[in-house]
């Protein structure tokens, strides 16, 4: 069996322009999708996934990040007195264990490889989980969940995968595909950003992934890959050959909720989710068709 996955990686230290100006003074991580910000839906998949360890990997303007995860003493102490117990119990919801959350600051956003780096020491010898708070995944079982059942099987490093049209491949990571065991696929090459006409198939990285420490020491090289970022795939494209690397088909529904088409679509569909809502929501939406 291998190393279990204690750990986990959440890069938020990116700028979030394409939301400018709601992400000014905001990260973008705590837009909120329905009434919960995007970095607790990601939590809250890690906990259900085993995960032990929270490391944040921040930047300037992000600390409304370390405010969502700590006590807010003002309003609980408010809402005790109001006895407004749901209400309460939300609020306290969202709040680790002490030492569970670690934050590191990753002075310049270099890019997503350079994020993760940031975060080595956090880490150690052992296997991690990084999950991207802006790729959120619709599903009955979460999809990091999905992952390490597949990884207690197979180890290795792992990327989440789904197929994009082709219009869209160029603003992915696209796996060059090998075997296929059930929802595994070999990864046997790796290309971010490819244009339509490189691109090795139509299936794409998206935000979850396993990896084995030994990527940190190629992501210290800080080696520039598309638009001049230090890019995760590239460091875990070198990592091909060293020890088993698969895609993931997971079972769910993603959103790409750092595109404002991609966020709006994700409310609409947790709000169709919710029993409170569906009504309602379905009556508004109609009433636009
Ligand atoms: P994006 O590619 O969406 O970049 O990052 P961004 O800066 O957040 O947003 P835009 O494109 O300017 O609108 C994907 C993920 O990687 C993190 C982001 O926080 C996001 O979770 N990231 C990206 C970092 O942590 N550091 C970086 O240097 C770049």
């Known amino acids: 069996m291998p190393v279990p996955i204690r750990k986990a990686i959440f890069p938020v230290g990116g700028l979030g322009t394409r939301f400018l100006p709601a992400t000014k003074s905001m990260p973008k991580e705590m837009l909120p999708v329905v009434d919960k910000p995007l970095i607790q839906y990601a939590v809250e998949e890690a906990r259900e996934a085993g995960i032990e360890q929270f490391i944040f990997v921040t930047g300037r303007g992000k600390t409304a990040i370390e405010d969502h995860f700590d006590h807010a003493y003002e309003l609980q102490t408010m809402l005790e007195s109001r006895q407004r117990d749901e209400a309460l119990a939300v609020v306290k919801a969202t709040i680790p264990a002490p030492g569970q959350i670690a934050y590191t600051r990753q002075l310049e956003p270099l890019g997503l490889g350079h ?5 080595r020491n ?9 999950l991207l708070a802006d790729d959120l995944i619709l599903g009955k079982t979460g999809c990091l969940k999905q992952m390490i059942e597949a990884y207690d099987d197979v180890g290795g490093n792992m990327v989440a995968v789904m197929e994009v049209p082709e219009e ?12 296929v065991q059930d929802r595994l696929i070999e990864v046997r090459g790796l290309v971010e950003k490819p244009t339509a006409a490189e691109a090795p198939s139509n ?4 935000g979850r ?5 030994r990527v940190f020491e190629d992501l210290g090289r800080f080696e520039r890959g598309a638009g001049g970022e230090i890019q ?10 060293s020890a088993p690397f698969n895609g993931f088909r997971f079972d769910g529904r993603r959103f790409d909720c750092g595109s404002k088409v991609g966020f709006l679509e994700a409310n609409i569909a947790y709000a169709l989710d919710r029993d409170d ?3 309602d929501v379905s009556r508004i939406l109609k009433s636009f068709c």
């Open 232 to 241: 995760l795939t590239d460091s875990l494209a070198r990592q091909l050959g």
């Open 122 to 130: 956090f880490v150690g010898m052992e296997p991690v989980a990084v």
């Open 277 to 279: 809502m569906r009504d």
């Open 203 to 206: 299936l794409a990285v998206v």
């Open 168 to 179: 869209d491949i160029s603003s992915y990571g696209v796996i060059a595909p090998g075997d």
């Open 209 to 213: 992934y396993i990896l084995q420490p």
């Open 115 to 119: 994020a993760v780096w940031c975060a």
